[in-house]
């Protein structure tokens, strides 16, 4: 079937360490997006990448890094300098053909948190 | 500058209620579209519609409907006859046609509405 998977599902993690959330989509979409998500909060974005071999800061992008080698793949690292990475990660995908028209999809979430 | 806001933060009814979430948005682009996205207990957010900003017909599908306002810069989301599985999150979204630095498709959420619905 296709769609979007990230793992794991749950991710514990020390302060000062840093962690990487995985991304991987097969509905061949060229773009995909790192969204955080806090209670009451809505979706902010983290990065975005629209091509392989490129990617984009969005609004929250401090603290985080991410690649774009593989189309199918956008792996997100939470830093160290994260100061409040405990939260709710969502991955999305799009295609890029007609731009802002087209919706995106969305992975399961990752939740993580900092003990 | 654009943004969306949901003003309700939770709402609580009870089966069989009629619903209705508001939307308001903000942009300044004269091209743009408008999502409404479910996201349930599970976390993963749900697809439910898409209206651009050319088309202000009003939408229905099954017990959901969708009141799109160019006027009032409104984009309500209907539920009739509600169940205890429309119990969720739901997101209000909006992206731009001309957003810059690349930025084309990128969504602005709205914080999202609690809905709960009691049997």
């Known amino acids: 079937d296709g769609g979007i998977t990230q793992s794991p599902k749950y991710l514990f993690r020390k302060e000062g360490q840093n962690v990487t959330l995985s991304c991987e989509q097969n509905l061949n979409h060229d773009a995909m997006y790192w969204y955080r998500q806090d209670p009451g909060q809505g979706l902010r974005l983290i990065y975005y990448s629209q091509i392989v071999n490129d990617f984009q800061k969005g609004d929250i992008a401090e603290g985080y890094s991410v690649s774009r080698e593989k189309k199918e793949s956008f792996p997100l690292t939470v830093t160290s300098a994260q100061k409040n990475p405990t939260a709710f990660y969502l991955c999305?995908?799009?295609?890029?053909?007609?731009?802002?028209?087209?919706?995106?999809?969305f992975g399961p979430g990752t939740r993580l948190t900092v003990l | 500058a654009q943004k969306v806001t949901q003003a309700q933060t939770e709402i609580s009814v009870v089966e069989k209620e009629d619903v209705t979430l508001d939307c308001v948005y903000e942009?300044?682009?004269?091209?743009?579209?408008l999502f409404w996205y479910k996201q349930p207990p599970s976390g993963e957010l749900v697809f439910l519609i898409r209206?651009?900003?050319?088309?202000?017909q009003n939408e229905i599908s099954g017990r959901y409907s969708w009141n799109f306002q160019k006027s009032t810069s409104s984009f309500n989301f209907t539920i009739t006859a509600s169940q205890v599985v429309d119990s969720a999150v739901y997101f209000c979204?909006?992206?731009?046609?001309?957003?810059?630095?690349?930025?084309?498709?990128?969504?602005?959420f709205g914080k999202g509405t609690k809905l709960s619905v009691k049997p």
């Open positions: 999305a995908s799009s295609t890029n053909r007609g731009g802002s028209y087209n919706e995106q999809f």
């Open positions: 942009t300044r682009d004269t091209t743009y579209y």
């Open positions: 209206r651009n900003s050319f088309d202000e």
């Open positions: 979204a909006l992206s731009e046609a001309h957003g810059g630095g690349g930025s084309q498709g990128n969504l602005i």
